[in-house]
Every structure is written in C-alpha cells, then in structure tokens.
Nanobody
Framework: QVQLVESGGGLVQSGGSLRLVCKVS????????VGWYRQAPGKERELVAS????????RYADSVKGRFTIDRDNTKYTSYLQMNNLKPEDTAVYYC????????WGQGTQVTVSS
C-alpha cells in the first residue's frame, strides 16, 4: 500500500511562511521523482516544484521561483516544500505526488493566504 501524507498547511497572512511535509511509504522512495502540485478553486492542478534524485534535478514553476524551495530526505522518505513570502494567489490545496512508472498522490493540505 503506497501512502503519501501531507501536513503543514494552514492559514497565513501575506508575506508569511509555511513548510509543507510529505511522508511517503510503500515504494522505493529514492527512485521516484517527488513533486508538489496545487489546485485553486476554478483552476487546473499545476505542478509547483519537483525533485528527482537522479542528477538532483529540481524544477519550479515560474510563479514560485525565488520564494519556494523543495527538498527531500531519502533516509526519512520525506519531501519538504518551504514556502516563503506567500501571496494570496498561492491559496490552494497542495498535493504531494511521487512518480516513476506510476503516479501516486497524497490527500492534499489546504493553504490559505490572506491579504
């Protein structure tokens, strides 16, 4: 049973910070790309950041570059998304995902940024 569990979401004022955590079990974690997606009301789900252990490749959406940082600890089977200087447009449900041949999803955690 593959399981991804996000935590760390909440309500924060514009300019504040949150750290999202994704704990993964049931797969060979270091072989998978891990990423964070978000989906705001009325909008499509978008990839915010991804991190592959192969070549330590990291990518960010343009909208979060310079503000968000993704990291992973393969010994703890955990992915982190540090979100700084949050803006109201960052408000969304954030989902952790892992993929190789198949893609797996967490249940999501709500991030709300007030102005």
């Amino acid at each position: 049973q593959v399981q991804l569990v996000e935590s760390g979401g909440g309500l924060v004022q514009s300019g504040g910070s949150l750290r999202l955590v994704c704990k993964v079990s049931g797969l060979s974690f270091s072989n998978y790309v891990v990423g964070w997606y978000r989906q705001a009301p009325g909008k499509e789900r978008e990839l915010v950041a991804s991190h592959s252990s192969a070549g330590d490749t990291i990518r960010y959406a343009d909208s979060v570059k310079g503000r968000f940082t993704i990291d992973r600890d393969n010994t703890k089977y955990t992915s982190y998304l540090q979100m700084n200087n949050l803006k109201p447009e960052d408000t969304a449900v954030y989902y952790c995902s892992a993929w190789l041949s198949s893609q797996y999803w967490g249940q999501g955690t709500q991030v709300t940024v007030s102005s």
